[in-house]
């Protein structure tokens, strides 16, 4: 139990193109997901917070115009990086808390290249 | 401020001995901490979380203890094989009374045959 898919797994986009990033929570109701980064050699850095329904919470120095995310239903939340740039390349990993809150199932992750 | 830190130096170990890594944090008190296993260009295994009035968790091979006086937890794989070979992290959730899961910077384990 306790599967995270991403999809896609890779993708290429043009700069100034956008983007969506699909996190779904397989075998149960995710009340929260999150979305993390990861830059090359280094550990997970958390974008956002966003619970089914409402608007997501930022961290501090992450563009909220700039990743749109959408959690419309329990099993589901979108990332969509718009107007990307080559410094947005890099991997993006969600991840999603049901019950109990305090465990973290994480997708396998969306590498995103810039050109 | 509050932080959680690894050693960041990968840790190369012979096939069939135990590996012990080291995760410490400071200026906070964590109520859980949790391993989590990380191959190249995938997301996070769980592992195993330990709650900060429990002092070992065991899951086959894996055992992890959490000392709070020291502040530090240690993850140990007995028996471990070249399979075992990923990076593996260390998080707590900050007392912020939020939800923030923060990671260490990983350790890198190496097991040769």
């Known amino acids: 139990g306790a599967v995270v898919s991403q999809h896609p797994s890779r993708v290429i986009c043009k700069s100034g193109t956008s983007v969506k990033i699909e996190c779904r929570s397989l075998?149960?109701?995710?009340?929260?997901m999150f979305w993390y980064r990861q830059f090359p050699k280094q550990s997970l850095m958390l974008m956002a917070t966003?619970?089914?329904?409402?608007?997501?919470?930022?961290e501090q120095g992450v563009e909220k115009d700039k990743f749109l995310i959408n959690h419309a239903s329990l099993t589901l939340s979108t990332l969509t990086v718009t107007s990307a740039h080559p410094e947005d390349s890099s991997f993006y990993i969600c991840?999603?808390?049901?019950?109990?809150?305090?465990?973290?199932?994480f997708g396998p992750g969306t590498r995103l290249t810039v050109t | 401020s509050q932080k959680i830190e690894q050693n960041s130096e990968a840790l190369n170990i012979q096939e069939g001995k135990t590996a012990t890594l080291t995760c410490n944090y400071t200026n906070y008190s964590p109520a859980y901490l949790q391993w989590y296993r990380q191959d190249p260009g995938r997301g996070p295994v769980f592992l195993l979380l330990?709650?900060?009035?429990?002092k070992e968790k065991r899951k086959e091979r894996l055992k992890v203890t959490f000392d709070t006086t020291l502040k530090q937890s240690l993850f140990h794989i007995t028996a471990s094989q070249p399979a075992d070979s990923a990076t593996y992290l260390c998080a707590t959730y900050m007392n912020t009374g939020f939800q923030k899961l923060v990671f260490g910077t990983g350790t890198r384990l190496l097991v040769s045959p």
């Open positions: 075998d149960f109701q995710a009340t929260t």
């Open positions: 966003s619970n089914e329904g409402s608007k997501a919470t930022y």
């Open positions: 330990i709650r900060e009035n429990e």
């Open positions: 991840s999603a808390s049901g019950r109990p809150w305090y465990e973290q199932y």
